[in-house]
């Protein structure tokens, strides 16, 4: 695993910068700004990570870094790693369709996942409803809220690929301590089965979705919803009598 540093045609560098999934309080994004300027970056970017790349000279690189440190922000990490979560302003103070917390949910798994190396770079990301903005079926591990205090989870998507891949229903009706437990399965499985640099999608591909499964009692008592949406994947997958 390293730091998403990446040298451009022209011959700056890129750096990727991470916060709470794209939130900066105003003293951070005035300080990005004045630190852009005092350490001579050429351009900031938006990312559709919710990230911001900064372009600089090479020698400027480790003024730029301390520069950060201060104002609470990160260099992403890149490599075998968990990259920073995307996540929508679906919560109950911000967008009026949002079915669920998906910001704070994202902001608390970014905090926990990442940069845990594993196999090939995983990509997270969090929708409050299934208008799905963040493009929670294009990532590694999606989640969807649903109402009622519940996610569906996604897993198997691809991005950034000449390959696109939309991911499948891995659990659904499943309440906030279980996603975060359900991605601690999925991550200890993929570093257990997947082969040497190879995608979660094609781990899963390869191995069929059940590799990833919860395993039974992982969720304590499933909700009635939950085993209703367990036993219609199960039926889907071609496994129903």
């Excluded at 949910?105 to 299934?130: S, T, W, Y």
């Excluded at 919860?214 to 997958?237: I, K, M, R, T, V």
């Amino acid at each position: 695993m390293g730091k998403a540093y990446f040298k451009q045609k022209c011959g700056l560098y890129a750096i990727n910068i991470v916060a709470a999934c794209g939130v900066f309080i105003p003293e951070q994004f005035a300080g990005l700004g004045k630190a852009a300027q005092d350490c001579g970056v050429f351009r900031l970017k938006l990312t559709s990570r919710q990230t911001v790349v900064a372009v600089l000279d090479e020698a400027k690189v480790s003024c730029l870094e301390q520069r950060l440190t201060e104002l609470g922000l990160a260099v992403s990490p890149y490599g075998g790693a968990v990259r920073a979560v995307k996540a929508c302003a679906g919560n109950s103070a911000l967008c009026p369709r949002a079915l669920g917390d998906a910001l704070d949910l994202g902001i608390e798994i970014q905090e926990k996942f990442l940069g845990r190396e594993v196999p090939k770079d995983v990509k997270i990301a969090v929708a409050g409803c299934p208008r799905g903005c963040t493009d929670p079926l294009c990532a590694d591990f999606g989640v969807v809220a649903r109402g009622g205090g519940t996610f569906n989870i996604f897993l198997g998507g691809r991005s950034g690929s000449s390959k696109p891949l939309h991911g499948s229903l891995l659990a659904g009706g499943v309440h906030k301590e279980g996603v975060f437990k359900i991605l601690e399965h999925v991550l200890k499985q993929y570093d257990e089965l997947a082969l040497p640099k190879e995608r979660l999608a094609v781990t899963a591909a390869r191995l069929g979705f059940e590799a990833f499964s919860p395993p039974p009692g992982l969720l304590g008592d499933n909700s009635p919803q939950e085993s209703a949406d367990q036993d219609f994947l199960a039926f889907l997958n071609g496994k129903g009598k």
